[in-house]
């Protein structure tokens, strides 16, 4: 499996989850990576990227302030912490990696922020 994602759960709104993703060293290492979701019935969306240094972060403005995107590059895992969950952040969350060498620059200017590998999702659901 290149990529799996885990740490989804039910928590109530205002709650807080971590999700975790786990890569093969060839999806993993200096790869731009990020996390998009998709809620039931709705298109994916973009959530947050990481660059491969984890200098760089870019995140969705429905997100930002709440949701923390980093990684570990000794572990091969990246992490979004999400907190102050809300209803509307309702979905199942995958994370993606751009394989082909982007720079992060040419990332940020392409489609799905160039990401190219997707793992399986993690259902995350918020009670109000």
């Known amino acids: 499996v290149q990529l799996q994602a885990s740490g989804g759960g039910l928590v109530q709104a205002g709650g807080s989850l971590r999700l975790s993703c786990a890569a093969s060293?060839?999806?993993?290492?200096?790869?731009?990576m990020g996390w998009f979701r998709q809620a039931p019935g709705k298109e994916r969306e973009f959530v947050a990227a990481?660059?491969?240094?984890?200098?760089?972060?870019y995140y969705a403005d429905s997100v930002k302030g709440r949701f923390t995107i980093s990684r570990d590059n000794v572990k091969r895992i990246m992490y979004l912490q999400m907190n102050i969950l809300k209803p509307d952040d309702t979905a199942n969350y995958y994370c993606a990696a751009d394989t082909d060498g982007s720079t992060w620059s040419d990332s940020m200017t392409r489609n799905n922020y160039g990401m190219d590998t997707w793992g399986k999702g993690t259902l995350v659901t918020v009670s109000s």
């Open positions: 060293e060839r999806t993993f290492t200096r790869h731009v």
């Open positions: 990481i660059s491969w240094t984890g200098t760089n972060t």
